[in-house]
């Protein structure tokens, strides 16, 4: 028999290549094949188990602790006073163990922030006291590699309630607001840790009480509560408004929204009650008008177990001016009153807004949902206490685009006969038969439980609190689930989100100006950038326009909430829905008490990572935006459509080139033939 031969006769060249491509697709060379394979393929939810934290704890915080840009987490042991450094490995795709800190006392809450304005992420641990009624706090200072200072930094003590963090004075640090022990402080009304740190001096004091610049009648702070500094007025100053709830003493809850006017103080610009038998509050853009809204349930009682009973999701919409329904139509009426924003007025504030959380009918703005109707069952009732925890802890609903359509979507934890497992609701169009919707299809939003490929979540049955983070850093938001461990799958388990969605996404950072807007020294003589610290409350607006060409605004706060455990990342994201265009104006609120607070960024590019650097004061220059793209996998493919596009045509080029040369070369050998009769 005739060996098989590669030989190509010359008339047969263009088939045989082809065959021979096939059989090089069909042979062992193809492993040499240069892209990766995907490490989900499934478009679901995938379990993606434990990812290295597997010391029995449960996550309590997240932070960069390394300023590398990828999101670590601490964990607390079981014993409540062994926190663990988990540092991400983007490569082994896995968290590392890499320090440990014991503290003396059983720990109730930790805060990650640069508190020491150095650029380095330090640990605010608040923790049991030996007096009744009162909570410990000390700092561990970071030395930006994940492990921490063993001497600690003692701090003022407050009362139970645990005290937030705000920058009170636009100085761009980190101070507390809270109301202190009466050790500490001789009342105890509101009192602000202001931050006074400053490391040159022999003995360097982080905080001094200082009484609060709140001009109106002060309340006193429920214990748990779901304080918050988020914007409510729309001006993009972050930490413009500060949110409290209060407690009479009677076991009735309020609120206060406290406005601010930078050098001015803050004003009371609205209190309230809140419903009978208020849980947890958490804010996000539900509506996606460009406005913060309010996200909490109500049950009409409280098992010991936690666990809620005839539970209902409110939705409190805020009431602010609109984005004019184009860019050329008038914001201001005939009148000189202010009817609407325009897009590059979207950070001017609307001194009448106002959450309206009367029970009417005819009340639009708060919407009352039912638990039963979200869940496919009427079986199950609402977890909305930890009590594994040591003093229990709220569970709150978790608001997060994770459909990146450009609306929030809800993640809570359901007992149906002691089984605990999360659920995941999308925010849809409203319709008819459509949970949170009228009986005709009217209303703002409506929520659709996740179904298919949810089967991860659904197998969770010891689920004690869960969260959104964005694991892998490739532009979608997964879950991190807290387990009592009863299933033996561990106490933390993370549940990566492999669905496809045809749409886009923008990841947002605002760092604190430490070390002048730029490089920080060290004291081994190196440098590093100032990426990890944790800075709360700045604000983000932004418009952009649909496929369609439909203009919307949304806005997202960054790290509102630092009590009881919130479990926010220190980076904000949010979906864009789908778009062939770059975000039209992107604006920015820090904390600074200048005139020039916020600025617009245009034409920003989606599926994109901004970091951006407020100058520390007027003198420091201007702001500072980076903007880091996404190495998708669609990277490598464009890589290879080029390369082979440009091969083509360069081919083509070449024996267009040839072609040409040949016709020259036989008119120069026609016109040496050609016989000049007018010479002979």
Known sequence: MRRASFACRRSWRSPCIIAFGLLLIASPVASIWPFPPKRFTKNSLMEAGSMGLDDGGRIVAFGDFNGDQFLDVLTLDPDQQTLTAYLWNHESFIFQNVSSIRHPMPIYNVIPGDFTHDGKLDVLVMSASSVRGRLDMDLYRGLHNGFFESTTISIPSSTLSEPITVDINGDMKIDLLGAPSPRSSPTSTLQVWKNAWNSTQSAPVLFELVNPPFNGVQCTLANPHSNAVIDLNGDCLAASDIFLVCDDGSGRKSYQIWVNNKDTGFSLAQQGALPSGTQAISFADIDRDGTIDMVFPTCSSVSSAGVGSECVINIAYNKQLPLCSSATAPSIDKSGRR??????????????????????????????????????????????????????????????????????????????????????????????????????????????????????????????????????????????????????????????????????????????????????????????????????????????????????????????????????????????????????????????????????????????????????????????????????????????????????????????????????????????????????
């Open 339 to 680: 009817i609407c924003r325009s897009p590059e007025e979207l950070c001017t504030a609307d001194p009448n807004f106002r959450f309206d959380l009367t029970a009417q009918s005819n009340n639009k703005a708060f919407v009352h949902i039912p638990l039963s109707s979200l869940l496919s069952s009427s079986a199950g009732s609402l977890l909305v206490l930890d009590t594994t925890f040591t003093p229990p802890i709220p569970v709150p609903i978790k608001l997060g685009d994770a459909n990146l359509d450009g609306f929030p979507d809800l993640l809570f934890i359901v007992d149906s006969n002691g089984s605990r497992t999360p659920k995941l609701v999308f925010s849809v169009p409203c319709a008819k038969d459509v949970a949170g919707c009228g009986a005709n299809g009217e209303g703002k939003r409506g929520w659709s439980l996740l179904t298919k490929g949810a089967d991860s979540l659904e197998a969770v049955k010891d689920a004690r609190g869960a969260a959104f983070l964005d694991l892998a850093e490739d532009g979608t938001l997964d879950i991190v689930v807290q387990r009592t461990g009863t299933q033996d799958q561990g106490t933390v388990s993370f549940i990566q989100n492999n669905f496809y969605y045809d749409a886009f996404f923008l990841k947002a950072i605002v760092l604190n100006g430490a070390c002048g807007n730029g490089w920080c020294p060290s004291s081994n003589g190196s440098s590093y950038l100032p990426f990890g610290v944790s800075y709360s409350g700045a604000s983000y607006k932004y418009t952009v326009l649909d496929t369609s060409g439909q203009r919307s605004a949304a806005q997202v706060g960054q790290l509102p909430q630092t009590s009881y455990h919130s479990l926010l990342t220190p980076y904000s994201f949010f979906g864009l829905g789908r778009t062939n265009n770059y975000i039209e104006n992107l604006f920015v609120g820090s904390t600074k008490h200048t005139d020039q607070h916020f600025i617009n960024m245009e034409g920003v590019i989606p599926n994109s990572r901004v970091v951006i650097h407020p100058p520390p004061d007027s003198d420091s220059g201007g702001w500072r935006r980076e903007l880091f793209l996404r190495p998708g996998e669609w990277i490598p493919w464009v890589t290879l459509t080029v390369v082979v596009a440009t091969a083509v045509l360069a081919g083509i080029v070449f024996v267009l080139h040839l072609n040409e040369k040949r016709e020259d070369e036989l008119e120069r050998r026609r016109a040496s033939h050609h016989i000049n009769f007018d010479a002979l």
